[in-house]
């Protein structure tokens, strides 16, 4: 089956840790996404990359850094720079016609 | 910059036709999107309009009026399992590639 695979689905870490975040696609997609969400709010963009080798920031890069050497594999690392770590991490791959699939997400605690 | 607006909860009976709403502002607007998300799950998508009008898929039906920056989400027969977040995204068309902007969700509560 297709679809987008996040690991681990719980992550606990203490505060000034960098911790990475893993992001594997099997659907052939070239755009893929990153997005935090807090408790009652909306998904904002961290990062996103278009194609191999290549990523822009979103709203919230800030203490956050991504790498995209392969097109099934997007991973995310937090750095101890991000102020406010905590939160649920959704990680998404897009269709051309720009229908998202989203992975079950990484829940962080930082402490 | 990007703003979307919809309203935080509603509650409507199990049989019964809800609307959610969705009004926006963007600078590059090439689309709005729906997402359902059920508690402690990941977003799914529902539907995606480009162009004003309609949209039907089953239950779920959306509106776009790109004139009046406005959509909305038309859920019919409403089941208790349709009890979820519901989110609007405005696709961005940035020369940097797609960027969506999400909404901060509607919570749908359906009685019996």
């Known amino acids: 089956d297709g679809g987008i695979t996040q690991s681990p689905k719980y992550l606990f870490r203490k505060e000034g840790q960098n911790v990475t975040l893993s992001c594997e696609q099997n659907?052939?997609?070239?755009?893929m996404y990153w997005y935090r969400q807090d408790p009652g709010q909306g998904l904002r963009l961290i990062y996103y990359s278009q194609i191999v080798n290549d990523f822009q920031k979103g709203d919230i890069a800030e203490g956050y850094s991504v790498s995209r050497e392969k097109k099934e594999s997007f991973p995310l690392t937090v750095t101890s720079a991000q102020k406010n770590p905590t939160a649920f991490y959704l990680c998404?791959?897009?269709?051309?016609?720009?229908?998202?699939?989203f992975g079950p997400g990484t829940r962080l605690t930082v402490t | 910059g990007q703003s979307l607006e919809q309203p935080s909860e509603v509650t409507a009976v199990e049989g019964a036709i809800v609307q959610i709403n969705c009004t926006y502002q963007?600078?590059?607007?090439?689309?709005l999107s729906w997402y359902q998300q059920h508690d402690g799950g990941a977003p799914t998508f529902l539907s995606y309009n480009a162009l004003d009008g309609l949209e039907e898929t089953g239950r779920f039906s959306s509106f776009l009026s790109r004139s009046d920056s406005y959509g909305y989400l038309l859920l019919q027969e409403l089941q208790m399992k349709d009890s979820a977040s519901y989110f609007c995204a405005v696709r961005d068309g940035a020369l940097t590639g797609n960027q969506f902007y999400f909404g901060t969700g509607t919570s749908l509560t359906v009685i019996p």
């Open positions: 998404a791959s897009s269709t051309p016609d720009h229908e998202q699939y």
């Open positions: 963007t600078s590059g607007f090439y689309g």
């Open positions: 659907l052939n997609h070239d755009a």
